[in-house]
C-alpha cells in the first residue's frame, strides 16, 4: 500500500523557516516524479513544486519561487520542502503527492502538515 506520512509543520512568525518532510513507502520511491502541494481551508489543492524522478529538475509556483526549495533524498525515500522567508498567505495545509501527466496524483489523502504563519 501506498503511504506518504508529512512531518514538519507548525507555527511561525513572518519571515520566519520551515523544513517538511514527506517519509514514502509502498512504491519505488525513485521512479516517480513528486510534487507538494498546499490546501486552504474549503478549498481544494494547488501544487506548489514538482521534482523530477532524479532529483535534478525542478519547477516552482510564482507564489513560492525564490523562497521554496524542493529536494529529495532517493536512499531514504524521502522529499523535502525548505520553506523561507515565509508570509501569511502561506497558513494552509501541505500535502506530499506523486506528479502525473501534468497533475499531482494521491489515492489516499493523509492529515498533511499544517502550517500557520502569523505573528
Known amino acids: 500500500e501506498m503511504q506518504l506520512v508529512e512531518s514538519g509543520g507548525g507555527s511561525v512568525q513572518p519571515g520566519g523557516s520551515l523544513r517538511l518532510s514527506c517519509a514514502c513507502s509502498g512504491f519505488t520511491f525513485g521512479d516517480y516524479d513528486l510534487a507538494w502541494v498546499r490546501q486552504y481551508p474549503g478549498k481544494g489543492p494547488d501544487w506548489i513544486s514538482v521534482?523530477?524522478?532524479?532529483?535534478?529538475?525542478?519547477t516552482y509556483h510564482e507564489s513560492v519561487k525564490g523562497r521554496f526549495t524542493i529536494s529529495r533524498d532517493n536512499a531514504k525515500n524521502t522529499l523535502f520542502l525548505q520553506m523561507t522567508n515565509l508570509k501569511p498567505e502561506d497558513t494552509a495545509v501541505y500535502h506530499c503527492t506523486l506528479w502525473y501527466s501534468g497533475s499531482f496524483y494521491r489515492a489516499n489523502w493523509g492529515q498533511g502538515a499544517q502550517v500557520t504563519v502569523s505573528s
Open positions: 521534482i523530477n524522478s532524479a532529483g535534478s529538475s525542478t
